[in-house]
């Protein structure tokens, strides 16, 4: 935050004397300093400390500590393994990877891990229920952490009543029902893709919705319950198919006439597939918001984050497997792989309502661990002043943030009721990717730049200069889109193509290293920090640079949608709360920082 910041207002600016909102004459004078307030607030980098004190009473009652690492493994678990690995499986084989799935499951397993290390740093260090908001305000400031958390919000949201009513046709599988329209009920006179009222999807998050409610140790014991028998749906689908399949289909296609061998597309095709098969990781990021209910930080959230990766890395590995010796990757069915290999099998039909009924429960799974995560996001938004502070309410005898918990379950329910939402499970918003981004390139300026709770300061008390790592930053940024740019535009198989990409394979590197020999750290978590400073995290910037570059156009129009309705917000309400806020608690008493001076 800036000097300025510390200045008592005029009552007549709309100051705390009286609220930007208090009357219209209050608001209007409060938009005509619209400009000046974005200048002193939208930067404003709020202190670890602050956000686990003064910010976080803002919610009343405090969140119950009652997570350990086996509750945030299966948290983990249940948000990664949702329905859509049943999709994305068998795309990759089929269009990408051929039976090098397998590879491709390991490489996408390795570049989820390295983002999860990003984010258990913060976690651990400020273990707070807003995760990658929170993460983002301490470093960048208010409106990047906005910006992204609003973004992740609005994503959540629409993704979860598509996979709300995803739930209705999985179930009719399950039960040998399979057009999903016969579980909803027709409304004629509305439009299409809005006349279908799915009754199911909406019982379904309510309830959820309910339970997470009623308390977070109630919710993590369902979601293990569920999680458990989902994963044991998978084993039993990993057993069938290595029972049932032969050997030879890791290497000979169906058609003669197609490229054999493990790796059909080559090496290419592998990456290819790892960029689509890395989608399936998602889930592991609501972890992190848990952070303020664990009990013991520093122990339970990297096993936990890290742990789950692991093990659903091996699961996905050995499904890739298994589906891959049951047929040919060229005869793949590359939207229901997985039981379109058994429904042509004599006397083994049954074995896709198996299926239909594991990818039930790993919907319901993902959709809990979800809408934990995106009510403690909201939480926290509340609580830092850029939205109603009501949101941020925590109740006293649930130790849950009840209302943002029910804010949301409303309106996913209201989305799912009516709207035929056309986004597929495999499907990650743009919104996610870049959040993932952000926090890694967070986690560097942090260590490199800006103090943390609980760290030393191996190079004085000086705080550094900002500008070498924002451009170290900057420049590995556009590295790796030329990287991205080439592998998207340069035609395959030429010698230009492996020259382009090589070269920007050791820019990259090259920048990395110049970096870690010239500006020294100047901050070492004590607790635990990213091993392998700054290679991990910058890694994980190319990747999420790489992936957002794999997504197609509607996602990019979503995204600036979404985003240009984030900065309408942010001007002309959240930037004059939060100012309102922070003026309050200057005026009280309350001690502000910024990089430059604090009080």
Same mark, same amino acid.
């Given at each position: 935050?800036?000097?300025?910041?510390?200045?008592?207002?005029?009552?007549?600016?709309?100051?705390?004397?009286?609220?930007?909102?208090?009357?219209?004459?209050? +608001?209007?004078?409060?938009?005509?300093?619209?400009?000046?307030?974005?200048?002193?607030?939208?930067?404003?980098?709020?202190?670890? #400390? #602050?956000?686990?004190?003064?910010?976080?009473?803002?919610?009343?009652?405090?969140?119950?500590?009652?997570?350990?690492?086996?509750?945030?493994?299966?948290?983990?678990?249940?948000?990664?393994?949702?329905?859509?690995?049943?999709?994305?499986?068998?795309?990759?084989?089929?269009?990408?990877?051929?039976?090098?799935?397998?590879?491709?499951?390991?490489?996408?397993?390795?570049?989820?891990?390295?983002?999860?290390?990003?984010?258990?740093?913060?976690?651990?260090?400020?273990?707070?229920?807003?995760?990658?908001?929170? +993460?983002?305000?301490?470093?960048?400031?208010?409106?990047?952490?906005?910006?992204?958390?609003?973004?992740?919000?609005? #994503?959540?949201?629409?993704?979860?009543?598509?996979?709300?009513?995803?739930?209705?046709?999985?179930?009719?599988?399950?039960? &040998?029902?399979?057009?999903?329209?016969?579980?909803?009920?027709?409304?004629? &006179?509305?439009? /299409?893709?809005?006349?279908?009222?799915?009754?199911?999807?909406? %019982?379904?998050?309510?309830?959820?919705?309910?339970?997470?409610? =009623?308390?977070?140790?109630?919710?993590?014991?369902?979601?293990?319950?569920?999680?458990?028998?989902?994963?044991?749906?998978?084993?039993?689908?990993?057993?069938?198919?290595?029972?049932?399949?032969?050997?030879?289909?890791?290497?000979?296609?169906?058609?003669?006439?197609?490229?054999?061998?493990?790796?059909? /597309?080559?090496?290419?095709?592998?990456?290819?597939?790892?960029?689509?098969? +890395?989608?399936?990781?998602?889930?592991? *990021?609501?972890?992190?918001?848990?952070?303020?209910?664990?009990?013991?930080?520093?122990?339970?959230?990297?096993?936990?984050?890290? &742990?789950?990766?692991?093990?659903?890395?091996?699961?996905?590995?050995?499904?890739?497997?298994?589906?891959?010796?049951?047929?040919?990757? *060229?005869?793949?069915?590359?939207?229901?792989?997985?039981?379109?290999?058994?429904? %042509?099998?004599?006397?083994?039909?049954?074995?896709?309502?198996?299926?239909?009924? &594991?990818?039930?429960?790993?919907?319901?799974?993902?959709?809990?661990?979800?809408?934990?995560?995106?009510?403690? =996001?909201?939480?926290?938004?509340?609580?830092?002043?850029?939205?109603?502070?009501?949101?941020?309410?925590?109740?006293?005898?649930?130790?849950?943030?009840? /209302?943002?918990?029910?804010?949301?379950?409303?309106?996913?329910?209201?989305?799912?009721?009516?709207? #035929?939402?056309?986004?597929?499970?495999?499907?990650?918003?743009?919104?996610?990717?870049?959040?993932?981004?952000?926090?890694?390139?967070?986690?560097?300026?942090?260590? =490199?730049?800006?103090?943390?709770?609980?760290?030393?300061?191996?190079?004085?008390?000086?705080?550094?200069?900002?500008?070498?790592?924002?451009?170290?930053?900057?420049?590995?940024?556009?590295?790796?889109?030329?990287?991205?740019?080439?592998?998207?535009?340069?035609?395959?198989?030429?010698?230009?193509?492996?020259?382009?990409?090589?070269?920007?394979?050791?820019?990259?590197?090259?920048?990395?290293?110049?970096?870690?020999?010239?500006?020294?750290?100047?901050?070492?978590?004590?607790?635990?920090?990213?091993?392998?400073?700054?290679?991990?995290?910058?890694?994980?910037?190319?990747?999420?640079?790489?992936?957002? %570059?794999?997504?197609?156009?509607?996602?990019?129009?979503?995204?600036?949608?979404?985003?240009?309705?984030?900065?309408?917000?942010?001007?002309? +309400?959240?930037?004059?709360?939060?100012? *309102?806020?922070?003026?309050?608690?200057?005026?009280?008493?309350?001690?502000?920082?910024?990089?430059?001076?604090?009080?």
């Amino acid at each position: 935050m800036d000097k300025g910041a510390l200045m008592t207002p005029d009552s007549d600016q709309g100051g705390p004397d009286g609220g930007s909102f208090s009357s219209l004459r209050s +608001y209007g004078r409060a938009l005509s300093q619209t400009p000046r307030r974005l200048a002193r607030r939208a930067c404003a980098a709020t202190a670890p #400390e #602050e956000e686990m004190s003064r910010v976080r009473a803002r919610s009343g009652a405090p969140m119950a500590r009652a997570l350990r690492w086996p509750d945030l493994v299966g948290l983990g678990l249940g948000g990664m393994v949702g329905a859509g690995v049943f999709v994305t499986t068998g795309r990759a084989t089929r269009l990408h990877a051929g039976p090098g799935v397998v590879v491709s499951y390991a490489i996408a397993g390795l570049c989820a891990l390295l983002s999860a290390f990003c984010y258990t740093e913060f976690a651990v260090d400020m273990p707070v229920a807003g995760g990658a908001f929170s +993460y983002l305000r301490v470093t960048f400031g208010e409106f990047a952490a906005f910006l992204t958390g609003a973004n992740l919000i609005m #994503e959540y949201v629409f993704s979860n009543a598509a996979v709300a009513r995803s739930f209705t046709a999985y179930m009719g599988t399950a039960v &040998g029902v399979d057009a999903p329209s016969k579980w909803r009920i027709a409304v004629p &006179g509305l439009p /299409n893709g809005f006349n279908q009222v799915d009754l199911v999807a909406v %019982g379904v998050i309510l309830l959820i919705s309910v339970c997470i409610c =009623y308390s977070t140790k109630e919710s993590s014991k369902v979601n293990m319950v569920l999680t458990a028998v989902h994963v044991a749906f998978i084993l039993f689908i990993i057993v069938m198919g290595f029972w049932r399949g032969d050997a030879r289909n890791l290497t000979h296609p169906a058609d003669p006439t197609h490229p054999g061998g493990f790796f059909p /597309n080559g090496v290419g095709g592998v990456f290819s597939g790892a960029a689509m098969v +890395y989608l399936s990781y998602i889930g592991y *990021d609501a972890v992190s918001t848990m952070a303020e209910e664990v009990e013991r930080p520093a122990r339970d959230i990297p096993i936990g984050v890290s &742990g789950s990766v692991i093990i659903v890395t091996v699961l996905y590995c050995l499904m890739a497997a298994s589906m891959s010796m049951l047929l040919p990757y *060229d005869a793949i069915d590359t939207e229901a792989p997985f039981s379109g290999a058994f429904r %042509g099998s004599d006397g083994w039909g049954w074995v896709s309502n198996v299926i239909g009924a &594991g990818a039930s429960l790993g919907i319901l799974t993902s959709l809990m661990v979800a809408m934990l995560g995106q009510a403690r =996001y909201l939480c926290v938004i509340g609580r830092s002043g850029v939205m109603p502070a009501w949101l941020a309410k925590v109740h006293p005898k649930t130790a849950t943030p009840v /209302n943002a918990s029910a804010f949301l379950g409303l309106l996913t329910a209201a989305l799912a009721l009516f709207t #035929e939402l056309d986004i597929l499970l495999n499907l990650v918003c743009i919104g996610t990717l870049f959040v993932f981004y952000m926090v890694s390139n967070a986690v560097v300026y942090r260590r =490199y730049v800006v103090g943390a709770t609980g760290s030393s300061t191996e190079s004085g008390d000086r705080q550094p200069s900002a500008w070498p790592t924002l451009a170290f930053l900057l420049a590995f940024s556009l590295i790796a889109l030329s990287f991205t740019l080439v592998w998207k535009l340069a035609p395959e198989g030429g010698r230009t193509r492996v020259g382009l990409l090589s070269a920007c394979g050791a820019a990259a590197v090259a920048t990395v290293g110049a970096f870690q020999a010239l500006v020294p750290q100047a901050h070492t978590p004590e607790l635990w920090g990213v091993p392998g400073m700054p290679w991990v995290p910058a890694a994980s910037v190319f990747l999420n640079v790489f992936l957002l %570059g794999s997504l197609d156009r509607p996602s990019y129009v979503r995204f600036g949608f979404f985003s240009a309705a984030a900065v309408l917000v942010y001007v002309l +309400y959240s930037v004059h709360a939060s100012y *309102d806020a922070e003026e309050s608690a200057t005026l009280d008493g309350a001690k502000v920082q910024d990089e430059a001076c604090r009080v």
